[in-house]
């Protein structure tokens, strides 16, 4: 059974910076790509960032680029996603996610969209002030 169970959110000012944690319980992460993924208020779910199966390739949205870092930790189990320079716009519940029946799902430095992933962290919710 794949259990993803994330932590991290909060409230932040503008400029700040937070890591979003995303630990999982069943499977190794170490053998699946992992997707970031953001949805704000009255908005579509947007991808942010995927990891590829090797760990070699991290792709990014423009949004993002240069500001948020995604990685995993393979003997903890988990993966983090930093944020820094947070800005209002970056409100939103934000997810993690694997595809566990993919393994080509952000290969290529391509971030993939969320239909390419099946198991979902329940989301945590991130707010920068102004």
């Known amino acids: 059974q794949v259990r993803l169970v994330q932590s991290g959110g909060g409230l932040v000012q503008l400029g700040g910076s937070l890591r979003l944690s995303c630990a999982a319980s069943g499977p190794y992460l170490q053998y699946y790509a992992i997707g970031w993924f953001r949805q704000a208020p009255g908005k579509e779910r947007e991808a942010l960032s995927c990891?590829?199966?090797?760990?070699?390739?991290?792709s990014y949205t423009d949004s993002v680029e240069g500001r948020f870092t995604a990685s995993r930790d393979n003997a903890q189990n988990t993966v983090f996603l930093q944020m820094t320079g947070l800005k209002p716009e970056d409100t939103a519940d934000y997810y993690c996610a694997i595809p566990v029946f993919n393994p080509s799902v952000c290969a290529g430095a391509v971030v993939s969209p969320m239909k390419e992933f099946d198991h979902w962290g329940h989301g945590t919710q991130v707010t920068v002030a102004s």
């Open positions: 990891i590829d199966i090797s760990s070699r390739a991290t």
